[in-house]
């Protein structure tokens, strides 16, 4: 089975400084996808990035990207130039590449604050 | 404007009072699913569905139940609600599956089971 572990419960950043979110998954597939999902105060779940595995090249959304090590299974978070507006929970998710079911498995998330 | 409508948003109840949560999807998306969300444990999946009539378990579909009646439907039944089912239920919808096609989810309905 798939896990997915995020070794920072809370962070903290200074408005307009960068912070990177850790992630990593352990799995026996060589297929799969990961993503990142935002989760204000609003308890919306909020899409922010997403990466193929098969893809080298890093996702890119304007201020976030991501650093994805497939061989370390490692797939972070960057936000440049942190906003009041990002704080929020931010949970890692994958999911196989595979038809049929694909729930996506989330880790347990990292707390985000950016201090003004 | 395309999105998955969950209702109610907030329910407070008592154990045993049958209950259905909603879930609607203006996507046309064929992938439908429940997950709950607690402390600690982050998001798990309840059930899903692959099209309509076609529903299975997830990870965690112990006091629950599901219909599919129709493609944008995809209501959450717990027909005997127990203290343990208090949490944050999300409905999420994606077009497929097999193509990591994003999920889009709801807005979430806290539950409160006395």
């Known amino acids: 089975a798939q896990t997915v572990t995020q070794s920072q419960p809370e962070m903290s950043v200074q408005e307009a400084e960068t912070v990177t979110l850790s992630c990593t998954y352990d799995?026996?597939?060589?297929?799969?996808?990961l993503f990142w999902y935002k989760q204000p105060p609003s308890r919306q779940m909020i899409l922010v990035i997403r990466?193929?595995?098969?893809?080298?090249q890093n996702a890119t959304e304007n201020r976030f990207s991501v650093n994805f090590q497939k061989a370390a299974k490692s797939f972070s978070l960057k936000i440049s130039d942190s906003q009041l507006g990002d704080t929020a929970m931010y949970f890692c998710?994958?999911?196989?590449?595979?038809?049929?079911?694909?729930?996506?498995?989330f880790g347990k998330g990292t707390r985000l604050s950016v201090i003004a | 404007e395309a999105q998955v409508t969950q209702n109610p948003r907030y329910l407070i109840t008592v154990t045993g009072k049958k209950l259905t949560v909603t879930c609607s999807q203006n996507?046309?998306?064929?992938?439908m699913s429940w997950y709950r969300q607690d402390p600690g444990l982050g998001l798990r999946q309840i059930y899903y569905?692959?099209?309509?009539?076609?529903?299975d378990k997830g990870d965690v579909p112990e006091g629950y139940k599901v219909s599919r009646k129709e493609k944008r439907n995809f209501p959450l039944i717990l027909e005997s609600p127990s203290p343990n089912q208090t949490s944050l239920y999300f409905c999420?919808?994606?077009?497929?599956?097999?193509?990591?096609?994003?999920?889009?989810f709801g807005p979430g309905t806290r539950l409160l089971v006395l």
């Open positions: 999420a919808s994606s077009q497929s599956t097999g193509t990591g096609e994003t999920q889009y």
């Open positions: 799995t026996s597939e060589n297929n799969y996808y």
């Open positions: 990466q193929e595995a098969y893809k080298q």
């Open positions: 998710a994958f999911m196989k590449h595979v038809t049929g079911n694909t729930p996506l498995v």
């Open positions: 996507m046309n998306h064929e992938y």
């Open positions: 569905s692959m099209n309509v009539e076609v529903t």
